[in-house]
């Protein structure tokens, strides 16, 4: 054995139980019910939630509207090539007189 282990038995023997006194539940339970209540602002956890949430939403539209001008840039304008003058669809609108 070390000399650690000895003073750790020495001491060990030395220990006392501890005991509470007789009317410890009853006290504590006497506390208990004579606290205070602590009053809950039921808004108080309710409007950060929706404002995160409205927050977060707002975010999400302007990343997804930003994203779709990024990826598909000229989507917004209409084709130029369907309806050129010398494709298909542009000598059939010359024959029928449908560009006005």
Do not use: C
Request: no cysteine.
């Amino acid at each position: 054995m070390s000399q650690h282990d000895e003073q750790l038995h020495r001491l060990l023997r030395q220990w006392r139980d501890l005991e509470p006194r007789p009317a410890f539940a009853v006290d504590v339970r006497r506390r208990i019910r004579l606290a205070e209540p602590v009053p809950v602002n039921r808004r108080a956890w309710w409007v950060p939630q929706w404002a995160s949430l409205g927050a977060a939403v707002a975010v999400a539209l302007v990343v997804g509207m930003w994203s779709g001008r990024q990826a598909a840039p000229g989507f917004a304008q209409p084709p130029t090539t369907f309806m050129a003058p010398d494709s298909l669809a542009g000598s059939y609108l010359k024959l029928t007189g449908g560009n006005r």
